[in-house]
């Protein structure tokens, strides 16, 4: 179907030009935009994107590349059949005809009958620069989703910097809420980086990481080996992709960028799919990367799917059916995990949510994800719904466990790594053995928030929302813009909060994967050496 889709709007694009020098520019301009702004369905969306299905991480990225690679550019620049021609269809407000301009603050107008020409002060703006390849005028140089109407002033401040957290010497000319230029860490490695406003970071993310699988076969140098490896995968380097995850997750696809998505296929004939699914990434970078992939299924982005714009906020499980949204909370259903505000802290081992409030909701810390070159990070988020002070989720992978020590807690996540914090950092490091992990104070304060700190370094736990992530902060060191976090502490069996988990044989069954401890204390694998419940049987490890 996807071929009669663009077959279509080809014919829209001719009958809007014929239409034109007739002299019905505006009647052609209001066609075409109802066209891009409802220009796909769910089913005719599942229909195009068939071919990833039941794919997983690197092979569903390959399959990404091998369907959106083929299209068919505009050529460069100004003039009928280039560029901006292309931009008029793709950025222009049809009411007012300003051409949108993401860089900076500074408004700028297409001019009546001014649909193929350049705008005065503007550049084309190539997100992915021409140097990051050699510098060849090949598709990605003409590609319009790598291509944006920019102020040229803010176009030739970004210069060829990869895109980032700035944290150094940042400079603001773009106006408020627009471009950070400065310097900020590529890894380990403090680079030139641009930063977008916070209204455009999703935005630019997934057109970063479409560039990134559609031409994963390109060869990389210059500044853009601070922030891409050559090959197919990941392509994107884990301290890209998972910022990007990040800003993607907190700043949702709009109206605006699915009618830029629409208007653009109309043009080149294949589609930004980490705009049309916006959970993509998480199944071909983050943390979903082993489960398969269903366009079938998978929530969109499509003009007839309200489950995204509808509060979903997380992967659907392609292999259940579509859920439902009941007007007023049910009871868990058995597999779920109900984790409840604490509004005390009891004395024995707790399983909790370590929870903040980001821009668009609460957000629940992830397990630190390090890499073979350094041993910690920071803890990115994923957003969680809040009811009535219980957060319910189909997965403990969110779940830390606040084991007691002396005159304070140790902190374990699920994969069973104890924490620690160098107080020369702001991240946090995992250990498997626990002679290593800190002793952390855990205080409840009067605000319902809690005070994480380590007890030797006294940095504390802040979710910084500039950076989307949680750190772990000096007092003089806390970020700008962070909360405080709040735990929730997973409920027992018995309705109860106390994080101790009854050692009943009905639930220690076959089919639980989890060790249990003689205090009902659960672990993925045991780090320790102790006697264990697991799957029914007593075990001695």
């Known amino acids: 179907m996807s071929w009669k889709i663009a077959k279509f709007a080809a014919l829209i694009q001719d009958l809007f ?39 997983k991480q690197a092979e569903l990225k390959a399959a990404l590349h091998d369907l959106i690679n083929p299209k068919k550019v505009l050529s460069y620049g100004s003039g009928s059949g280039k560029t901006w021609s292309g931009f008029y269809q793709t950025d222009r407000d049809p009411q007012t005809n300003e051409c949108y301009n993401r860089y900076s603050s500074k408004k700028f107008y297409f001019t009546n009958g001014n649909t193929n020409s350049a705008i005065s002060g503007m550049n ?18 003409k590609d319009l989703y790598n291509l944006y109407p920019s102020d040229s002033q803010a176009n030739s401040s970004k210069s060829n910097y990869v895109m980032g957290h700035v944290t150094v010497n940042p400079k603001l000319d773009a106006g408020e809420g627009y471009d950070i230029v400065g310097k900020g860490y590529a890894g380990d490695k403090l680079v030139n980086m641009w930063e977008p406003g916070d209204r ?21 140098e210059s500044e853009g080996l601070n922030q891409l490896t050559t090959g197919n995968y990941p392509t994107l380097k884990q301290w890209a992709y998972e910022l990007y995850i990040q800003w993607g997750h907190a700043d949702k696809v709009d109206s605006l960028e699915v009618a830029r998505n629409n208007a653009v296929y109309a043009i080149q004939l294949n589609r930004n799919l980490y705009i049309d699914f916006p959970f993509l990434a998480d199944y071909v970078w983050g943390d979903s990367v082993d489960v398969a992939f269903d366009p079938y299924t998978s929530i969109s982005t499509a003009s007839d799917d309200d489950r ?5 906020i997380i992967p659907v499980d392609p292999d259940t059916p579509d859920p439902e949204t009941p007007d007023e909370p049910e009871e868990p259903e058995p597999g779920l995990y109900e984790f409840e ?5 009891p004395l024995s081992t707790m399983r909790c949510l370590i929870v903040a ?20 990070n920071y803890l ?19 779940a830390f466990t606040f084991e007691p020590a002396e005159d304070g807690w140790h902190i374990i996540d699920a994969q ?27 205080t409840l304060q009067p605000n319902g928030t809690v005070r994480i700190s380590a007890s030797d370094s006294g940095n504390t736990f802040a979710y910084a929302l500039q950076y989307s992530s949680f750190g772990n902060y000096p007092a003089d060191g806390m970020p700008s813009q962070s909360s405080a976090p709040k735990l929730y502490i997973e409920r027992t069996d018995d309705g109860t909060s106390d994080g101790i988990i009854a050692l009943d044989a009905d639930v220690r069954h076959a089919d639980d994967p989890y060790f249990y401890d003689l205090t009902g204390r659960r672990y993925l694998q045991p780090t320790q050496p102790g006697i264990y419940i697991h799957r029914g049987r007593k075990i001695v490890r």
């Open 17 to 55: 030009m014929i239409l034109r020098f007739k002299g019905l520019l505006a009647v052609a301009a209001g066609m075409f935009y109802t066209f891009q702004a409802a220009a796909i369905s769910r089913q005719q969306l599942a229909q195009y994107a068939a071919a990833l299905r039941g794919k």
């Open 200 to 220: 455009f970071k999703g935005e630019f993310s997934r057109s970063y990481m479409y560039m990134a699988t559609t031409y994963s076969h390109f060869s990389w």
């Open 416 to 442: 069973g790594r104890y924490y620690y914090q160098d107080a020369a950092y702001n991240t946090f490091t995992p250990a498997t053995d626990a002679s290593k992990a800190d002793v952390w104070l855990v």
């Open 380 to 398: 990115y988020g994923k957003s969680v719904t809040d009811i009535d002070n219980v957060i319910t989720l189909d997965t403990d992978t969110l």
């Open 308 to 312: 995204y714009y509808g509060g979903a």
């Open 341 to 345: 505000l604490a509004d005390a802290l």
């Open 357 to 376: 409030q980001g821009k668009n909701g609460p957000i629940a810390a992830l397990p630190v994800r390090v890499s073979s070159s350094k041993g910690y």
């Open 124 to 141: 084309i703006e190539h997100s992915f620069p021409k140097s990051w390849w050699g510098g060849s005028s090949n598709n990605a140089y």
